[in-house]
């Protein structure tokens, strides 16, 4: 990836306790880019997401915004900065509907002659719907309570709102996770006109036919370090799976080294 990193972790380092959950971590994240954030359990992914998010403030190491060092010390520093974050949970009120979602802790308001400022309810399902259209997201009623909506529906209005702020980095922290094949497909959509807008995607994934469907580059962590960067093209699941679990002797390759065995005995026959 060419180009000076929208955002840039250079020897992160964070612990709970007694417990270290990062090591000298290091990653870049290019505009225009989906990275995936792979790792068995434990491997430090949440960690890193949330101090990219400003959850946890790093103990030891840089980041870097746009070539500029900063300090993550609350969530609201990296929303100043222009970082999204879309949690697994999503954190939807369900009895809320579309447009009130969307807009939640940043509602549009009118001048009223007398009184307090009013909710501009119009302005506000205008721009939901503006949006909505943009990153081609069907929602049949943007009036309807978040909780009438299916599981791939409530994910990509969790990352529609996270575009109403106008981010430069999005964070999507397992999203395809519980959904089945054609919701899982309409999120994985989005994700790839987010690229198309230019902005820079954190996808963490446990996915792997997810991760080669979208992503352009994926980061492995283990056990709170890197262990690899791998460009998706040129680069096989049983690497990546290897870097992944620590050897390169697992499933995937004795399943691949079968199969090359069978194809090698039928070619002799």
Known sequence: MTGAPVLQLR????????VQALTDVDLDVH???????????????????????????????????????????????????????????LALCDNLDVIANLFLGREKRRRALLGPALLDEVAMEQHARRLLDTLAIRIPDVRAPVAALSGGQRQVVAIARALVGEPALVVLDEPTAALGVEQTAQVLDLVERLRERGLAVV???????????????????RLGRNNGVFPVAGTTQEQIVAAITGATDNAHARRRARRTEQAEEAEAV
């Open 31 to 89: 505009a225009g880019e989906v990275l995936a954030l792979v790792g068995d359990n434990g491997a430090g992914k949440s960690t890193l997401v949330k101090t990219i998010a400003g959850v946890h403030p790093v103990d030891e190491g840089t980041l870097t915004w746009q070539g500029e060092p900063v300090r993550l010390a609350r969530p609201q520093d990296a929303a100043a900065l222009g970082i999204a974050t879309v949690y697994q949970d």
């Open 203 to 221: 996808l963490v994934s446990h996915n792997m036919a997810d991760v080669r469907a979208v992503a352009d580059t994926v980061a492995v962590l």
């Open 11 to 18: 020897s992160v380092s964070k612990r709970f306790g007694a």
